[in-house]
């Protein structure tokens, strides 16, 4: 079945440094994939997607670019704040009309130190 | 625009007692979601409605867990009876097309 595999957590960086969090996924077809973050005390908040090979969706500074040659979905930030620490999900949704099922990782923990 | 309402935010209860949680999704999203998702691992699908009709129950343990949506708008899922295995952060999800929007979620503990 579709999978998807996230870096170890958890992270932490110092502010401004630059970020990578690595995402594989295991699916047939091609499927829909997204970034999610969970702020602490809240709940998962949509943060990039990328629906196709080669787009690249970004947000709030935040990139990732669709690679289905490598299957994966990395996380990138050029400098980081420490108002981003959270857990970042990578997750994917199967090819197909309508509404798909998130496959979600297993989440990482970022945290910024000021 | 509302988003998702859940409740309770949170609930502890006994091994073997019942317990109910619901959901209010975000108006004219037909499909809704409830996810498990247990510490340290991420969200995964216990059930999949299309406005009242359930598109995937695979994960459901249903020997325990139930969930209805019967007018096609808010939802409710019970355990009944709960086990410690239990414990977790219950999501609900609703969407348009494909990107889901999720709730904040009810964090049940077992004891």
């Known amino acids: 079945g579709d999978s998807v595999t996230q870096m170890e957590g958890p992270v932490t960086l110092s502010e401004e440094a630059f970020l990578t969090i690595n995402c594989t996924y295991t699916?047939?077809?091609?499927?829909?994939l997204f970034w999610y973050v969970q702020y602490p005390g809240e709940g998962l908040q949509l943060l990039l997607k990328a629906t196709k090979a080669d787009d690249k969706g970004s947000n709030k500074g935040f990139e990732a670019t669709y690679r289905k040659e490598t299957t994966s979905f990395h996380l990138e930030k050029g400098s980081v704040q420490v108002s981003d620490s959270a857990v970042y999900f990578c997750a994917l949704s199967d090819q197909g009309e309508g509404a798909q099922k998130l496959v979600f990782g297993q989440g990482t923990r970022l945290t910024i130190n000021p | 625009e509302a988003g998702v309402a859940q409740s309770p935010r949170y609930k502890i209860i006994e091994k073997r007692q019942s317990v109910a949680f619901w959901c209010n999704p975000i108006?004219?999203?037909?499909?809704l979601y409830w996810y498990q998702q247990i510490l340290g691992q991420g969200p995964k699908l216990l059930i999949q409605f299309q406005n009242n009709g359930v598109v995937d129950d695979s994960q459901l343990p249903k020997d325990r867990f139930s969930a209805e949506r019967l007018k096609g708008v808010d939802s409710t899922l019970k355990i009944q009876p709960a086990k410690l295995e239990d414990s977790a952060v219950y999501l609900c999800a609703s969407s348009l097309t494909k990107t889901q929007y999720f709730g904040p979620g009810t964090r049940l503990l077992v004891l």
């Open positions: 699916a047939t077809g091609y499927p829909s």
């Open positions: 108006s004219g999203h037909a499909t």
